[in-house]
């Protein structure tokens, strides 16, 4: 078997790519710092490596064996990059630089990047291409612009793929976590309390993928040779307001209902993605659609153990 390295394989979306690499047979080694994850997420099957990447005694643990590395370890709120700026850019910038170096060391054939939209920072209202000037807002976005500009300069003795993945949600999204994932803090709110808060004004737009989705988008980006060197938006392309999410989540959840509330800072106050270097590098044509991955998503959250107070919304 191919052995393959996951990174943030106890976090939400590296749970279940790690999922998805295990039933195609690959010998998978997840490594997470279990900052934000959970031990109970890493799925059953891979060896696991708890550490973390900013640090290189972590990094000298690592098996020498790996064809491909998958790093979707790191800090993932632009509102928390505010909190710690230093601590992000270890996570997502210092990490990725000692995969860097891992990588070459080891003759690793590609490493595929778990970017983010938050490097295009405040843009107009149309389809966003992956041509388009980067300008982040926040702290996480900076991080995430300079750890890909790194996979650049190293692209000769490593090859790479970043993938700058938009909203996404789904089952196994931590639900306690209230300040990451827009999708999520919603739903959250609206089971717990029925009242959703909402910081920012609901004109605001969004590109919000399915879970399952990203996962074929990750596993693709790691085995298509069409795939390399590629910075690939991770979306479906349909501009989706918050007002109009809102009114989703309450009418799957009945008797809620959201007021707005102050600002989130380093929000981007809208943003959705032209898909076509998707299509062309990974054929990905079709997605699930908003209704049916609200709909699944809900009835995971209602059969789940997960909660939240209600505060601290996005």
Known sequence: MEKILITGVAGFIGSHVASRFLAE????????DLSNGRIENIPAGLEFIQG???????????????????????????????????????????STLNLIRYGIENQVERIVYASS?????????????ESHACGPLSCYGVGKHAAEAYLRVYQGKLPFVSLRMFNVYGPGQDLSNLRQGMVSIYLAQALAT?????KGSTDRFRDLIYIDDVVEAWFRAATFGAALGQTLNVATGIK?????????????VPGSSFFVRGETPGDQSGIFADVSALERSLGLTSFVSLDAGLKQFIDWARNSQAGTDGNQPT
Do not use: W
């Open 25 to 32: 047979g690959y010998a998978v080694v997840g490594v997470d």
């Open 240 to 252: 989706t307001t918050v007002g109009t999410l809102l009114g989703k989540v309450c009418e799957l």
């Open 52 to 94: 973390d990447l900013a640090q290189k005694s972590t990094i000298v643990r690592l098996p020498r064996d790996c064809r491909r590395v998958l790093h979707l370890a790191g800090q993932s709120s632009g509102e928390i990059s505010f909190d710690d700026p230093v601590a992000d850019l270890e996570k997502n910038t210092v």
């Open 194 to 198: 029925g009242r959703i808060e909402v």
């Open 117 to 129: 939209m938050s490097v295009y920072g405040a843009v107009e209202n149309a389809a966003i291409s």
